[in-house]
């Protein structure tokens, strides 16, 4: 309860303490002393002239632990029109039967707005007992309450609630019979979950013959079609001309996995109009039916182009090596549409015997075909390197740029070295693009990355600048320790092309390892425009990855200390303030000596101090009375407790302990941070013994003190 | 350019253009628009003719997602702020180059139409469940935004609802149509992590909140803000401006809103689908520990939903644990794997930013095909739980055990009762 924050506007903190208490207490003496005397004191809440806020935010309590007891002052309030939601709201889950009783009998003496809710609470319990009374309420002169009842009674049901709605729904009110119609589809709905088919279906029948709403009649077709298991009527409905009796055919018929609904839908087939074909065999499609696969073979074949782009989409899916011959038509066809879609459907045929057949079609094909099934290798990443680097060499450029994407999708590491020489080397300029995007595609999928880089390392002697620059983009993609030097050596050159590309691409690095190589780009040394990108890209990772605060705080302190301009030195200032800690405070309160950015840095480090709490204070006092140099500091052993009562929390304080002296547990609370409290009722103390700077000290802390290292 | 080639742009320009469906199964696959049967001029008969209910800020930004789709007809909009209302119609009459859209302030008025196909929702979360069943009873197919329910039963309630009238429903969980969640996702179902073990989701705060009672003011004119509209379903209380944020008002189940419900509809959705979940719901929920919760699955699989540790991948962060490898993505649109094997030489789209752009188009197709999207009434039902099962063990800070086949907590009456809330009349689901 401790986690959880009452957004109250205005409402009482009395209410919410009772709500904490409560609650916890609850759960710590079910049914005892005290939340008996708790519960008394939220009825006596209710029973006050306490505020209406008070009252119903003390319902919402109620609603959790509320019994019997409880019962006759939320059934007062039942009869207020602004609290009577929040009552409802305990009463429609307190288990004791007196919540019936008590909203029954409000069911007498309400009216209006008042009364649909007491209908609505009582339909929520499924209150049996009270369905003579909603009954009573069908012939309400009030349409909105006329209509709660017959919803009402459609939610609890049983046999006469369904009488009652069955007679309404023949002879009762024109304008209720909305209403009765849907309480009729919901006491059915009920006879179909319990199994009993029959009365279902003969109830779902009398409300599709109904002068009812179209969407009743629909939800009634449904029914009967699941309830009688009706195919006839499921296949009226798929070659209706109604557009909406189609639709409710269609998503009754996916609903239902047996064998003649499948029939049904495969019937309807050649009966309907081309868009409708389409819909059908999307909905075939989703059936886990290998009997549907002839049928819609056959569509792909005589369909109109929209069934024929589903064929494609959904043979990828579910065809199998049967399919091959029918896509491999459609992809060497005229209509690139088609084309495109049975090439991808080729690339995603599950069935393994595929690849065999591809490869086999392979060494005998020419021209499109050639080109389409080296477009399905790539695709479906079949080891086939041989025939693809011979088709590179083709002297159609088509051919060349669909085995360049094959084997950039293919290649191993030991093969990578072709793929390069494509890049370095180009035996045709027009494929230098293409050469490019396959050795990125093969490059970021090697398994071994550091190996990976060191061949692309090592071909950036000789290349051209193009080329190099070509491979600093794709080292970038790779990353590592290779790439990282490479890429840095080549920001740190004197080349501009190459600088540009690997400072980009530093600026974008994904690991923290690029931190000092920014940092070292970033010297004052540097050259200005790429100085600027280095260090903004270092402060990216100060910001956006994982640090220890101590890390994060070092980082930001280093970027101040090099940044020429104030833009730089604020974007340090607000990653402290994203971050705040100990160490954060540390070097924003340090920053205030830094003249043109001291009135960030002071709103800053009190930003910072509001938010950490604890020590902030003292740390800022020492920081401002003698400075707060970093020290090279090593706990060596830290208990807490008194006398015997210590427990060893050694490795919690080395967890918590930074390069600045303070010790930032998890919360100002010892026991809390050091998992209980070893001596309950005693004060006790925290030992440190430590090393700082090369001297072993000790420190001793009252419990719950801000923890700061002395000096030696 | 090869056809590879061509069919990875032709896929960019496909998910730009967000021609793109799934099936019941959440099967990932893409209808192109020809195969829908509007690759060319659309005729009327194939519009989709759209209302809007509740066009604030989230309620704009997707109104200018289903106004990029060329078979949409936008007609009206209801909204209980006047502001709002003329708003929504500037925007849509000037993309039509008309004054033709309608505007109402109360959604019955709206939903009465017979000429309306669909509607998009979003109002504040107080109204989502039961403006979404109200517009399933009126025979309209609903986009809704999240969090689209308040507490388990009217999850629950939402999904029987839809399969019942039949009607197509997407929760506003758009982050299951962008290809680097969907990968990320897939890899996990699919086995190609090795056993999954933990999924990871980022609830962006665990605070629980009730919006309470707010000081009385004044409340203003009907016509320019319907308060009573405005409150719905939630409990009366008098009218103060600041609830007349829709983002923090009754956000979840009044008692336990807020929570992991804001973000966990997204990131837990994501988790639920990833752990191939989309019907069901952990069992076992333990209140936060040092930031982390954690629930478990029947099959002993882990979802920790946790502030902290994620890579630098942009917001709603997830992250998936198998045997064999790992991944973790964000809205950055990148993501990082154990292995780029993993990658099986597929090209997934980078796209940041989280747009809607391709959920709302895949509404729209399911609403032609009355297939089940991607975010159904089903799997947001069992996304919510999820979250809402974590929230009550949040405010009642104690472990629990849920059983979905009943949806009933074991051995847990307060947190049973804080499965639902009434609803105030005359509105009910």
Request: glycine share 8%.
């Amino acid at each position: 309860m401790n986690r959880s924050h009452w957004g109250l506007l205005g409402a009482s903190f009395l209410i919410l303490t009772m709500a904490i208490e409560f609650c916890c207490g609850a759960q710590a003496e079910p049914g005892g002393q005290t939340q008996r005397d708790r519960e008394s004191a939220l009825v006596a809440v209710l029973q006050s002239d306490a505020p209406k806020a008070e009252k119903a935010l003390t319902c919402k309590q109620l609603a959790v632990v509320g019994t019997a007891k409880s019962v006759p002052a939320l059934a007062k309030l039942v009869a207020d029109p602004e609290l009577t939601s929040w009552a409802r709201t305990a009463l429609e889950v307190i288990p004791d039967p007196s919540a019936d009783a008590a909203l029954r009998s409000a069911m007498r003496s309400l009216s209006g707005r008042s009364l649909v809710g007491v209908i609505n609470s009582l339909a929520v319990r499924r209150d049996a007992k009270a369905v003579e009374g909603i009954a009573a309420h069908l012939s309400n002169a009030d349409l909105q309450v006329a209509s709660a009842a017959a919803v009402a009674l459609g939610k609890i049901g049983g046999n006469t609630a369904a009488q009652v709605l069955e007679r309404a729904l023949a002879s009762g009110a024109v304008a209720v019979r909305p209403a009765v119609a849907q309480g009729c589809i919901l006491v059915a709905e009920q006879l179909l979950e319990a199994g009993r088919d029959g009365q279902a279906a003969a109830l779902y029948d009398k409300v599709r013959t109904a002068d009812v709403p179209a969407q009743r009649v629909r939800e009634a077709i449904r029914g009967v079609i699941l309830a009688r298991r009706s195919i006839p009527l499921l296949t009226e409905q798929l070659r209706a001309d109604d557009e909406e009796m189609f639709r409710i055919g269609l998503s009754t018929a996916n609903e239902l996995a047996s064998a003649d609904v499948t029939e049904s839908l495969v019937g309807a087939l050649d009966r309907v109009s081309p868009a409708r074909q389409a819909l059908i065999v999307l909905s075939l499609a989703q059936r886990d039916d290998d009997t549907v696969l002839p049928t819609i073979l056959q569509a792909a074949s005589r369909g109109s182009k929209n069934v024929r782009l589903n064929v494609m989409q959904v043979l990828g899916r579910i065809g199998d090596v049967t399919c091959m011959q029918t896509l491999l038509d459609a992809a060497v066809g005229a209509d690139t549409e088609i084309s495109e879609a049975a090439t991808r459907a080729l690339g995603a045929l599950a069935d393994p015997k595929v690849d065999a057949q591809v490869t086999t079609r392979l060494t005998h094909a020419n021209g499109r075909l050639r080109a389409t099934l080296i477009d399905v290798v790539g695709l479906r990443r079949i080891q086939a390197v041989a025939e693809l680097r011979k088709a590179a060499g083709d002297a159609d450029p088509a051919i060349r740029s669909s085995a360049l994407m094959a084997l950039g999708a293919t290649v191993s590491l030991h093969e990578l070295g072709y793929l390069i020489e494509r890049v370095t080397g180009p035996q045709y300029q027009r494929d230098t693009k293409v050469a490019r995007k396959a050795l990125l595609t093969a490059c970021v999928r090697m398994p071994d990355p550091e190996a990976c880089a060191a061949q692309l390392s090592s071909a950036m002697s000789g290349s051209s600048l193009s080329a190099q620059s070509a491979l600093l983009e794709i080292l970038g993609n790779v990353g590592g320790a290779t790439s990282l030097a490479t890429v840095g050596k080549a920001a740190a050159g004197d080349q501009v092309e190459l600088k540009e590309v690997a400072s980009r691409s530093l600026g974008k690095w994904m690991t923290p390892r690029a931190a000092p190589v920014l940092l070292e780009l970033a010297q004052p040394t540097a050259d200005q425009k790429y100085r600027i990108r280095a260090l903004r890209g270092y402060l990216r990772i100060a910001r956006q990855m994982k640090r220890t605060d101590a890390q994060r705080a070092e980082m930001c302190e280093q970027a101040l200390k090099v940044a020429a301009r104030d833009d730089e030195r604020l974007l340090a200032l607000k990653v402290l303030e994203i971050h705040p800690s100990m160490d954060t405070l540390v070097v924003a309160a340090t920053a205030r000596s830094i003249p043109s950015i001291a009135g960030d840095a002071r709103r800053v480090t009190r930003a910072i101090a509001q938010k950490v709490g604890g020590a902030a204070a003292e740390v800022l006092k020492l920081v401002e009375n003698e400075g707060f140099s970093p020290a090279k500091i090593e706990i060596i052993q830290a208990h807490y407790g008194i006398g015997d009562d210590t427990k060893e929390v050694t490795q919690v304080v080395k967890k918590s302990v930074g390069r600045l002296r303070i010790v930032s547990l998890v919360s100002p609370d010892y026991n809390t941070s050091f998992g209980g409290d070893p001596a309950p009722g005693r004060a006790k103390q925290l030992v440190v013994k430590y090393k700082i700077n090369g001297a072993i000290r000790e420190a001793s802390f009252m419990e719950n003190a801000p923890i700061i290292l002395p000096m030696p | 350019m090869t056809v590879s080639e061509k069919i990875q742009a032709s896929r960019r320009r496909f998910l730009k253009t967000a021609v793109h469906a799934s099936t019941a199964l959440a099967v990932p696959q893409f209808i192109s628009g020809s195969a829908l049967g509007y690759g060319e001029a659309i005729a009327a008969s194939d519009r989709v003719v759209v209302g809007g209910i509740g066009i604030g800020n989230r309620g704009t930004y997707d109104l200018g997602c289903f106004l990029q789709q060329e078979d949409v007809q936008f007609v009206a909009v209801c909204d209980v702020k006047q502001t709002a209302r003329s708003r929504a119609k500037a925007t849509i009459d000037e993309k039509y180059g008309t004054k033709d859209c309608q505007t109402y302030r109360d959604l019955r008025v709206l939903l009465s139409r017979d000429d309306i196909d669909a509607v998009l929702i979003a109002t504040g979360p107080n109204w989502h469940a039961t403006a979404a069943t109200m517009a399933a009873k009126a025979g309209k197919d609903v986009y809704c935004e999240k969090p689209s329910t308040k507490n388990i039963t009217q999850s629950l309630d939402l999904a029987k609802v839809f399969r019942r009238t039949g009607r197509i429903f997407q929760a506003g969980t758009q982050r299951r149509n962008l290809p680097h969640f969907e990968f990320a996702c897939e890899l996990a179902r699919t086995g190609k992590l090795g056993k999954l073990r933990t999924v990871y989701a980022h609830p962006a705060g665990m605070s629980t909140v009730s919006s309470g009672w707010a000081t009385p003011e004044p409340e203003p004119a009907k016509e320019n803000v319907d308060w009573d509209l405005y409150l719905g379903p939630a409990a009366w209380r008098p009218f103060n401006k600041q609830h007349l944020d829709g983002f923090n008002f009754e956000k979840g189940g009044g008692m336990v809103g807020g929570g992991v419900l804001e973000w966990g509809s997204h990131c837990v959705d994501l988790c639920q689908w990833a752990a191939g979940a989309d019907t069901t719901a952990p069992v076992k929920y333990h209140p936060p520990q040092d930031g982390r919760l954690e629930a478990f699955y029947e099959d002993g699989v882990k979802l920790v939903i946790r502030g902290g540790g994620w890579m630098p991948l942009g917001s709603c962060p997830v992250r998936f644990e198998g045997d064999d490898g790992w991944i973790e993505t964000g809205d950055s649109g990148k993501f990082v794997l154990s292995s780029p094997d993993l990658l099986a030489g597929r090209e997934v789209e980078e796209i940041g930013g989280y747009p809607a752009t391709f959920h709302v188009r895949d509404f729209l197709n399911c609403v032609k095909t009355r297939l089940a999207p991607r975010a159904s009434a089903e799997v947001a039902c069992y996304a919510h739980i999820a979250c809402h099962a974590a929230n009550i063990a949040i405010f009642l800070d104690r472990p629990l055990t849920y059983d979905p086949l009943k949806n009933e907590f074991v051995g847990d009456d307060q947190a049973n009762r804080l499965r639902s809330e009434a609803l105030r009349a005359p509105w009910s689901i």
